[in-house]
Structures are given as structure tokens and as C-alpha cells.
């Protein structure tokens, strides 16, 4: 069973303040898995894991709406934006700190890659928030481009890739069959391609 790329894109894409993020279509349950059952401590904790992660991407779809009405109500609701993402971030961190040490062998450098990798989320959208809050109002040109820089700073979460720690997980068997029966993991995994019948 293979880790779905995309399904992390969600943190790397982070909240484009400026743009709407249309949700994909939830993905099918997983089949139930073949190998050897860790421990139900194990799955437990793996289901935390997975459920901060999965809950940071759905929170990002439920950012407050940017308001276009004038350049002073946009700026204020890609700050509110913004800030929102920032909370939901550090709020993972901060869960995912929260696990204590994993019941399963390697479990634990999975969860410092998943905080690793959330607090470049943080720190690139608090480096967005600081230049929102800068930005003049009265001044359209000088607006436009302050907005404009907004955006460029946003776009360097695309550059933050996560998939290496999911892909972590996929190669430890213990914390893989964990996560595969642990109801929260279900949305990291692809679902293998069904053969056409011949």
C-alpha cells in the first residue's frame, strides 16, 4: 500500500490567502490489512498522529473568507486568514508534542519530522502575517504590490515538502499495519488501481 502524495499537499500548498482551495473528493476506506497486528496502544497512537496531521488540512478549509469589498477589508481578512492558519498549525505542533514516546520502534522520528515540518508551515505563515500587517491601505499601487509580496511568501509553502516523513512511515511494517487500521490514517493512503476485468 502506497502513501498518497497529494494527500499532503494540503500543508504545502498552506491557506492561500488569496485564492479559494476546493476540496477533493474523500478518498475510498482502505482495505483491512494482511500483516501482523501491532499492539491496539500502537494504533492508538498512530491514529493520533494521523488525525493532527489530517486535521491541520481540514481546518485550512475552513479559514474565515477574504472580504474583496475595499482594500481595508481585504487586508484585514487575509490577516484573519492568516493568523487562523498560524493557530491551527501551532496547534498541531503542540498536539503532536503531546503524543509522548510511541509505543512503536521509529515512531517517534515520524512524529519530530511531522513537527519539524509543521513549524516550517508556522514560521513561513507568520513571515506572511508581518507583511500583511505592513501593508499601506490608502495606497493602491503600494497595496497591490505589498499583497503581491503577501502571495510570493505564501507560494514558498509549496516548496516545503512533507511526503518524505509520510514516506517514513510507509517503510517501518510495525507503523505502517498500525496506521492502516487506525480509522484517522485511512485519508494518507492511496487505494490500489482495480484491474479491469479481462
Do not use: Y
Not at 497529494?6 to 485564492?19: D, G, K, N
Not at 482502505?30 to 501482523?36: Q, S
Not at 503542540?94 to 512503536?104: A, F
Not at 505502517?176 to 485519508?187: G, H
Amino acid at each position: 500500500m502506497k502513501i498518497r502524495s497529494t494527500s499532503i499537499a494540503v500543508l504545502a500548498a498552506v491557506p492561500l490567502a488569496l485564492a479559494g482551495c476546493a476540496a477533493g473528493p474523500a478518498p475510498a476506506p482502505a482495505p483491512p490489512p494482511k500483516a501482523a497486528a501491532p499492539s491496539p496502544e500502537g494504533v492508538a497512537w498512530v491514529g493520533r498522529m494521523c488525525g493532527l496531521v489530517g486535521g491541520f488540512s481540514a481546518s485550512q478549509k475552513q479559514l474565515p473568507p477574504v472580504d474583496k469589498t475595499n482594500t481595508a477589508t481585504l487586508k484585514k481578512t487575509v490577516i484573519e486568514r492568516i493568523d487562523s492558519a498560524v493557530g491551527s498549525a501551532d496547534g498541531t505542533i503542540q498536539g503532536l508534542k503531546g503524543l509522548g514516546p510511541s509505543p512503536i520502534a521509529g515512531a517517534d522520528q515520524v512524529n519530530e519530522g511531522f513537527q519539524q515540518g509543521f513549524t516550517q508551515v508556522r514560521d513561513l505563515l507568520q513571515g506572511a502575517g508581518d507583511k500583511a500587517k505592513q501593508i499601506d491601505p490608502t495606497n493602491e499601487q503600494r497595496f497591490q504590490e505589498g499583497m503581491t509580496g503577501v502571495q510570493q511568501e505564501l507560494q514558498k509553502g509549496q516548496q516545503l515538502n512533507l511526503q518524505d516523513k509520510l514516506e517514513r512511515l510507509d517503510h517501518n511494517e510495525e507503523l505502517k499495519t498500525a496506521a492502516e487500521q487506525a480509522p484517522d490514517c485511512k485519508q494518507f493512503f492511496a487505494q490500489p488501481q482495480q484491474q479491469p476485468p479481462g
